[in-house]
Nanobody, 121 residues
Framework: QVHLVESGGGLVQAGGSLRLSCAASGINFSTFVMGWYRQAPGKQREFVAYITSGGITSYADAVKGRFTISRDDAKNTVYLQMNSLKPEDTAVYYC???????????????WGQGTQVTVSS
């Protein structure tokens, strides 16, 4: 059974940086596509970024150029480096494994507790 634990969130001023981590267990981590999602108050959860087992990355337009996803297969961990943070980045951030559905990647596992990111203006 997949177990995902997100960490690294916090309160930061606009323009600041945070690095989120997601530690995975119960899976052959190196073979999975991993993704980050976020959910702001009153909004639906939305895609942020993913990274394939081969290191190919993709980002939502809202974070492109500011966020960087990476992975360390030796540590079964995926990271999200967030720079130039904006108040609109405020949300609970979640990681998940992804699977292919037709032409896109979609979340395939259970959601963890997430980590809160709050960006003050």
């Amino acid at each position: 059974q997949v177990h995902l634990v997100e960490s690294g969130g916090g309160l930061v001023q606009a323009g600041g940086s945070l690095r989120l981590s997601c530690a995975a267990s119960g899976i052959n981590f190196s073979t999975f596509v991993m993704g980050w999602y976020r959910q702001a108050p009153g909004k639906q959860r939305e895609f942020v970024a993913y990274i394939t087992s081969g290191g190919i990355t993709s980002y939502a337009d809202a974070v492109k150029g500011r966020f960087t996803i990476s992975r360390d297969d030796a540590k079964n961990t995926v990271y999200l480096q967030m720079n130039s943070l904006k108040p609109e980045d405020t949300a609970v951030y979640y990681c998940n494994t992804l699977r292919r559905s037709l032409t896109r990647w979609v979340p395939s596992g259970s959601w963890g507790q997430g980590t809160q990111v709050t960006v003050s203006s």
